[in-house]
């Protein structure tokens, strides 16, 4: 019987909460969700499915005739997670690592029992968050928690017990277990298309020209970091789950987890080309606006060239010479000499506008030499 677990009570006003604190402490959080405790017990032929609102109603179930698995969702009524432990034989480690957040990714194998913590991930509006979830599984239990009783993650499985689909109900826990990681695991394929979702739709409005993206840009790289750290602490608790020699792990099982450990890992390579996405896109936008700098520039350089023999002409006949004292400037006297002269800059700008229109400076295609 493992020792009795001790609980905290955080002060959300002091950061210091629970340094010091025995190990197996379990830390009640203000801002946790009530605790809901839902039990599933089932054979090949029958099947039962309640909420309870007292863990000593779980006694009723817990025989090695049939599979009990009892979902906890929300951690904050730790009086009743530590009743739980003490009935189940968890221990305190186990239930603290469950229960605390956040804690990496493991597997771990105790005495009667194996312990997997993991993350299951949700886009959150732009972001992305990562719900910590945790499976403990022995000879004729299964023990869930989820920090969040809002992200019903586990009701497709659910709904596959309750209409007897596939063979989850003629299996035993280590099966079942098998099956909640399997469903975690699948969590992710929607949240990485929905990434690239959108980070093709940022690609399509930089390509319109829409340069004014780098926030959300950074946001979207951000959530691809955050996800591929989550996968790969995800694969790495798989495959310390595979090494594990305990006998509640059987060996028909391995080769489903052998089959979830190929997704995980097809998922971390799937987050690292996601992340490499959007280090690209960040380059395309530097690159399109070095293109619009190259174009204002252009036109820039362009309009200086067309100005330079107009200044030429101005300097030259802007010269204060009196042609009464000898000094006389040709054309000066000249009857309509002021208007040829207009005549002659609005010739050199047309040509020039022409020269760069046939060059493919000044729109349309360069033509050939």
């Not at 022409?354 to 050939?368: D, K, S």
Request: net charge negative; hydrophobic share 40%; proline share 6%.
């Amino acid at each position: 019987m493992p020792p009795n677990t001790e609980i905290l009570r955080r002060n959300p006003d002091d950061p210091n909460a629970g340094v010091g604190a025995p190990p197996g402490t379990l830390v009640v959080d203000a801002n946790a969700a009530e605790t809901r405790l839902l039990v599933i017990d089932y054979t090949p032929d029958k099947h039962e499915e309640r909420e309870i609102k007292d863990p000593a109603e779980l006694r009723a179930y817990i025989d090695r005739q049939s599979v009990t698995w009892l979902d906890v969702t929300g951690f904050r009524n730790v009086e009743w997670i530590r009743a739980l432990g003490e009935m189940l034989d968890v221990h305190p480690l186990a239930l603290a690592d469950a229960v605390n957040v956040p804690q990496r990714a493991k597997a771990e194998a105790f005495p009667d029992y194996v312990m997997i913590v993991t993350h299951a991930p949700e886009m959150d509006g732009d972001g992305f968050y990562s719900e910590q979830v945790a499976l403990v599984f022995g000879d004729h239990f299964v023990l869930t928690f989820q920090e969040r009783p809002s992200h019903d993650l586990f009701k497709p499985l659910r709904d596959r017990i309750r209409q007897k689909r596939g063979i989850v109900r003629g299996k035993g826990t280590s099966y079942l277990g098998y099956a909640i990681v399997d469903v975690i695991t699948d969590t992710y394929f929607p949240v990485l298309g929905e990434l690239e979702n959108r980070l093709d739709k940022l690609e399509h409005r930089i390509l319109k020209g829409e340069l004014d993206v780098l926030t959300e840009l950074y946001a979207l790289r951000h959530t691809a970091l955050d996800l591929r750290r989550s996968i790969e602490s995800h694969r790495d608790a798989l495959t310390t789950l595979l090494h594990l020699q305990v006998p509640m792990i059987q060996e028909e099982t391995r080769l489903y987890l052998r089959d979830c450990l190929d997704h995980a890992l097809s998922q971390a390579g799937q987050a690292q080309s996601l992340l490499d996405y959007a280090v690209s896109l960040r380059e395309l936008v530097a690159s399109q606006q070095a293109q619009r700098l190259n174009e204002v520039m252009k036109v820039l350089t362009m309009v200086s060239t067309i100005f330079i023999p107009l200044s030429f002409f101005a300097g030259v006949y802007g010269m204060n010479f009196d042609p009464d004292i000898g000094a006389n400037m040709p054309e000066l006297r000249t009857p309509y000499a002021y208007w040829i002269w207009w005549g002659l800059m609005l010739i050199v700008v047309a040509s020039m506008l022409a020269f760069f229109r046939r060059r493919g400076w000044l729109g349309g295609r360069r033509r050939g030499p």
